[in-house]
């Protein structure tokens, strides 16, 4: 028994900023048997006006739409249970790797046939998250790239014990004159230890360090911490 038939009933709502492309698709969606109802909108305010309460299990969104991955994420947090497959222009790995993070349940270019799109709807309609091959060695490639980045991270071991409490003080936002204040230390001295943190981390910013370190740690919000 194939994927599509083992559902049935499902419900899919097109986001496509294009009209004569999202009532295309809507229109070849309602032939499928296992759709029971298609519709499209434009834009997240009008998908997240949709979701709530109309029984979407699958939101497939054009990656091609204006703000797409803010969208994506806009959608996954607040979809109400549908899942959401992100339909791809280009298959970079940038844009492979932005929806994974995202959440996506599913990835597809636009130019892809029709059955792999019918696949695809399926799986994450029964909560199965799915991608063309192409794509998933596209994440394996990205993988790669971060797997040689954390071999020649310069590790918080690197960062002196005043470098570490700045920049855990950093992470919560705090400015240069609150962090003297707070270390009853000179906002100069401050200046001095950001600069050589950032100096050791490779990085040009105060955000560029917080965010590296809680991405190398998955340290989800709040302090920093170090092992």
Known sequence: MSVVEEVTGVRVLVVDDIRLYRDGLVAVLEREPFIVGAAGVPDAEGALRLLRGRGFEVVLLSMATANSVAIC??????????????????????EVVACAEAGVSGYLLRDAPHAELVDVIAS??????????RIGAALMRRMGALAAERQTWVGPDRLTPREREILDLIEQGKS????????????????????NLLEKLKVHRRGEAAALLRSRHRIPSGRVQFG
Do not use: M, Q, W, Y
């Open 73 to 94: 994420r806009d959608l996954v947090a607040s979809a109400d249970g549908a899942r959401v497959v992100a339909l791809a222009v280009s298959g970079s790995d940038d």
């Open 124 to 133: 994450a309609a029964r909560g199965e998250t799915s991608c063309p091959s």
């Open 176 to 195: 240069n004159k609150e962090i003297a204040r707070l270390l009853c230390i000179e906002v100069r001295t401050v200046k001095n230890h950001v600069h």
